[in-house]
Structure formats: structure tokens, C-alpha cells
């Protein structure tokens, strides 16, 4: 790992290292954000409306209550979501390209159709993503020495399948973006110890911030999260920037220090949510790490766990929840190189983490098939196995997942990490729940159903799909092969899965082809709704025998 020197006295808060004008992942916000409108397009609207066909190279979708066909280049036969290309055309006698703008306005129609509801941010939203792609663009530089922070910091576009990716509130954003290599020192207060509210283990604090005088503890907090909130408090004193600087990952909102992670609230929108640490979670995140360390002693890969937060009692739950900080465990006992499961599906992926860089230059199929098999291998049967064995869901989408890889590139690790999407099932876990104060329980509590479809969703659909088809941009005629690969790590499962249980049923049907989960960003950002109720849609299922 790279070393982050200590600062004193610290440099300005915020400001953007410059380095040498070398921007990997080159994307074209305009492309970019048309793509991903369209993605969505044909997973939530036509396809479940059985309007998509294949065509001449090119899927044709046609949006079923505005009446409009589109067009886009198919770069291979789909397995599960196509893969598309540019230009996208909509069909006016002959085809006319169209932009985002115009894709925008055609999904907007369709989605009020289709809901009856309006929604007048939706076009605002979609725009500040394209913004923010282009102002990314033009300052990016060349990604960090270490390749950890370089992955966590690579991603460009963002999410393939969300209509406003790079979507963040207001104007600040790009002093804080981990796609501009941002870095800062942390803001830090002192709290008065009487003020203070504290679980587990937050040591890291005390060891990574300024010294405070007897009865006050230290609190960090985000420059950004800090100049919206204005505590104001006679308990809490300011005690400005210190420290060494902090590098934002993915999350934007959680940040590495070495070497631990400490996630923040925000207090601002980024893609789905309104990032903000409830005071629940807080307590949750902590009874999460208790319960989960002898389940993850008993799999095959890591979490990073989160040991404790500290917060204020102070300014009711406003600052409760504005100023509490997660701490989250650091990457540095981990074997090998861990690299962020996202910077290797990215298909405009430069750097440490592009799957040429990871297989070698013109790999031949038998590393590629070898390699994918380790990334299964590490990546599946903790996730199944957590949920079969165990009655934990984890939520395995590609930011939340870290692959540790070995010099030669091959997976050695899966990492797992957030817990406020990892849930519990009621049935193991009863006494443990029972113990906590009912919303701490609630809010980590999943019903089976709902649990095992955010598990299909994250694993296969968000996670592994995205980085065969990222293999198979390399190797097109390769993705059956990676698909099998998939059902053979699955098939295994369900051969240490008791046949009788509801589990071994689950796996049963999953290798018969039943369609699997997507989650609907599009339609869940139409609704406003929380992600938590966020709706999903079929698609194809390519473990199926005859398929794969
Ligand atoms: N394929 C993907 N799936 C999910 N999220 C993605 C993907 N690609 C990029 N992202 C982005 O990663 C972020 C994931 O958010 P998530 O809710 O997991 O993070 P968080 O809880 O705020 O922080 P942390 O992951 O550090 O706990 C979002 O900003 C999302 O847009
Ligand atoms: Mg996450």
C-alpha cells in the first residue's frame, strides 16, 4: 500500500493533487450516458413487454406506449442483458440518430405512460450525470501510484444499468471526487466526552487524529458532510484540518486512511440515495461485525468488518446521524492485491485493474477460462454459502466486492465489504436479533425471498455478468464457455446442500433457468422511491444447462 504522509501543517482542504495528464478510461459522456439510458431502457420497459428483438447485428427496442422503435449495434448474441454499442437510431421512416437528450425525453414519456406519474427531476438528474461525466473527462489525470486506490478511483462512467450514474447534489462535488484523484486531510472536532456516543472499537480515531485535552474525544469528519451542516454546539469544538490526507473511494462517501476505512454521511444524494449514516445503521453496522465473524471464519474469502462508530448525542438526530463516522476494517493484511470488483468489469478500464492488464495481452483461452475459474471460485460459494449455511445475505455487487489478486493477476481472495446492505434472516438469527433494540433489528432483518433476490441480483446479475461480458469484449466467442464455468461452481453448491431444503430448491431452480432478478434503477429513481423498496424485473437466465 502507499504509504499517505502525515501533513502538518495540513494543506489546503479539498484541493485536487495534480499529476501527469495521463486520463486512462477515456469515455464519451454524451455515448456513455445514452448507453446507459438505453441499457435500462430495454432491461425494465421493453423487455418485459416482450418488445426487443434481434436484427442485422442490432437489438431493436421498442418503447410499447410511445410508439417509438430504437436501435442499437449488438456486439454479440446475448446470454443475458445485450451488450450494445453506439449509434442509437430511432426508426422515423429511416433510422435517425439520436442523442441522450432525445433518449431521455422518450424514456420519460414511456415511464409516465407506463406509471401515470410524473416526475420533474428525472431530466435534471439525467443531465447532472452527463455533467459530471464530461467535467471528469476533461480533469482527470493518471490514476494513483497504488493500484487499490487507482481501482477505487477509476470509475468513469459508473454503474452500466443506472439512468444518472455519476448524478451527485450540488456544486462541490469535484473537490471530493475520487474520479479526479481527489485527496484531503479530514476536518476534525473535539467532542465533549459527555457528548460523545460510541460503540465497539473506534481506537483508529484516537490514533489517527490531532490531540485533544482531558474530557473530549476526537471526531473526524468530511470537509464536504461539515461545511453543510455547521454543527453548532458548546460541545463541539472545531478543530480544523489535520492529518494525513484521506482518499475517497467508489462510495465517494467513505474514505481510505491507512489503514482503515471511515464511512461518512454525506447528507447528499449520490445515484440512489441520500448517503447518510441513521442512527441504526450505526449500532447495526457494529452487532453486524459481532454476528459476522464466526460465519466469515468458517468461508473461503475476507470482510472487512466495522468494528465501531462514534457519533454526538447532541443537536437531536440531525448531527446524530450527520456527524456519525463508521470505522471499517483497512486492506493491508490481505494477500496479494486487492482491486475493486467494478475496475474490472469496467469495460473502458485502464490501469492496474483492466482485465488485459490482470490476464496478460492476448491471453490465451485456456488462462482466460483459468482465471475466470479462480474469480468464480473465490467470489460464489462464500456468497451462497452465507445465505445457505448461514442466513446472511450479502450484497456481492461490484463496488461492494474487492478481488485480491496475485503478481501474476489470478484471484487469490474475494473481499467483502459493507454492511449496511448485509442483512439477516429471521429464522437463525432470532435470539441474536431479539437481543437488539427493535430498529437496530429491523433494519438488518430480511425475509428469505426478498433476501435470496438481492443475493441472485448482486452475484450474478450486477456483479458477474458485467465481468464475463467485459472477458467476452475480449474474447466474444468465449461466454457460453464463461457461463459454464458459473454453473459448475453453482452445481458444486448445491452438492453441499442438504436436497431437502428450501436452500438446495433455490439452487435447483437457478439451474433450471428460471429468469433472475434485476433490480430496476430506472424505474426505482422514476418512483422516488428508497432503495430499499426498489423494484426489479426478469431477464434472462444463463446458467441453464441447454444455455450455458
Ligand atoms: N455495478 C454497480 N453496482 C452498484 N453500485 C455501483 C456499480 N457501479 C458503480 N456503483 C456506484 O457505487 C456506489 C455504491 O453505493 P453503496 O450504497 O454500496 O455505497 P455506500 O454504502 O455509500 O458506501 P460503501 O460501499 O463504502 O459502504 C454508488 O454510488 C453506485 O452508483
Ligand atoms: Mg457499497
Known amino acids: 500500500m502507499t504509504s499517505l504522509a502525515r501533513t502538518e501543517p495540513p494543506p ?64 454479440r448474441p446475448p446470454l443475458m442483458s445485450p451488450r450494445l454499442a453506439g449509434p442509437i437510431e430511432e426508426r422515423r421512416g429511416g433510422w435517425t440518430a439520436v442523442d441522450w437528450r432525445r433518449l431521455a425525453d422518450l424514456i420519460a414519456g414511456e415511464l409516465e405512460l407506463t406509471t401515470g406519474t410524473v416526475n420533474p427531476e428525472f431530466a435534471a438528474q439525467v443531465a447532472a450525470s452527463r455533467d459530471a461525466m464530461e467535467l471528469i473527462g476533461r480533469r482527470r489525470r493518471a490514476g494513483d501510484a497504488d493500484p487499490f486506490l487507482a481501482s477505487e478511483q477509476s470509475l468513469v462512467a459508473g454503474h452500466r444499468f443506472h439512468p444518472s450514474p455519476k448524478a451527485r447534489q450540488g456544486a462541490d462535488w469535484p473537490a471530493y471526487a475520487p474520479e479526479l484523484g481527489a485527496r484531503f486531510p479530514l476536518r476534525w472536532l473535539a467532542v465533549r466526552a459527555d457528548a460523545v456516543v460510541e460503540e465497539g472499537d473506534v481506537s483508529v480515531l484516537d490514533r489517527l487524529g490531532p490531540p485533544v485535552r482531558d474530557g473530549y474525544r476526537v471526531l473526524p469528519a468530511h470537509p464536504w458532510q461539515l461545511d453543510l451542516l455547521r454543527p453548532e454546539s458548546d460541545a463541539i469544538v472545531d478543530l480544523g484540518p489535520y492529518g494525513p490526507e484521506a482518499v475517497p473511494t467508489s462510495s465517494v462517501r467513505t474514505v481510505y486512511v491507512p489503514d482503515a476505512f471511515l464511512k461518512f454521511s454525506l447528507d447528499v444524494r449520490i445515484t440512489n440515495c441520500v448517503r447518510k449514516n441513521a442512527w441504526y ?26 468494528p465501531g462508530y462514534r457519533t454526538v448525542s ?17 486492506v493491508r493484511g490481505l494477500p496479494g492485491t486487492p482491486l475493486l470488483a467494478a475496475a474490472i468489469a469496467d469495460p473502458d478500464g485502464a490501469g492496474p485493474a483492466a482485465v488485459s492488464r490482470l490476464l496478460g495481452d492476448g491471453a490465451a483461452p485456456e488462462r482466460v477460462l483459468a482465471w475466470w475459474d479462480a ?8 456468497v451462497l454459502h452465507a445465505y445457505l449455511r448461514h442466513g446472511v445475505v450479502l450484497e456481492p455487487h461490484l463496488q461492494n466486492v474487492l478481488i485480491a489478486v496475485d503478481d501474476e493477476g489470478t484471484p487469490v481472495r474475494a473481499v467483502f465489504r459493507d454492511l449496511e446492505g448485509t442483512k439477516l434472516l429471521h ?17 438488518l432483518t430480511y425475509d428469505p425471498e426478498r433476501g435470496w433476490n438481492r443475493v441472485v441480483y448482486c452475484l450474478f446479475v450486477n456483479h458477474l455478468a458485467e465481468v ?31 436436497a ?22 430506472l424505474r426505482t429513481r422514476w418512483a422516488r422511491d428508497p432503495d430499499r423498496q426498489a423494484a426489479y424485473v426478469p431477464v434472462p437466465n444463463p446458467l441453464a444447462e441447454d444455455l450455458a
Open 12 to 75: 489546503e482542504v479539498g484541493h485536487v493533487r495534480s499529476r501527469a495528464p495521463v486520463a486512462g478510461g477515456r469515455v464519451d459522456p454524451d455515448a456513455a450516458t445514452a448507453l446507459a439510458l438505453l441499457n435500462c431502457a430495454v432491461r425494465e420497459l421493453c423487455a418485459p413487454e416482450q418488445q426487443v428483438r434481434v436484427a442485422d447485428g442490432h437489438l431493436m427496442a421498442r418503447l410499447p406506449r410511445v410508439g417509438v422503435t430504437l436501435r442499437a449495434r449488438l456486439r
Open 314 to 330: 447532541v443537536g437531536g438526530t440531525r448531527l446524530r446521524e450527520g456527524l456519525g463516522v463508521i470505522v471499517r476494517e483497512g
Open 468 to 498: 464475463a461480458a467485459t472477458l467476452a469484449d475480449h474474447h466474444p466467442s468465449m461466454e457460453p464457455a464463461l457461463w459454464r464455468v458459473v454453473r459448475r461452481h453453482v452445481v458444486r453448491c448445491a452438492g453441499d446442500t442438504p
Open 427 to 443: 429464522r437463525p438469527w432470532e435470539s441474536f436479533l431479539a437481543d437488539l433494540p427493535g430498529p437496530v433489528a429491523s433494519a
Open 375 to 382: 474469480y468464480v471460485g473465490h467470489v460464489v460459494p462464500p
Open 281 to 306: 445503521e450505526l449500532s447495526g453496522a457494529v452487532a453486524l461485525t459481532r454476528a459476522l465473524r464466526p460465519v466469515f471464519d468458517e468461508l473461503a474469502c475476507a470482510l472487512l468488518a466495522e
Open 500 to 521: 431437502d431444503t428450501d436452500g438446495a430448491a433455490r439452487l435447483r431452480a437457478l439451474l433450471a433457468g428460471v429468469p433472475l432478478p434485476a433490480k430496476a434503477n
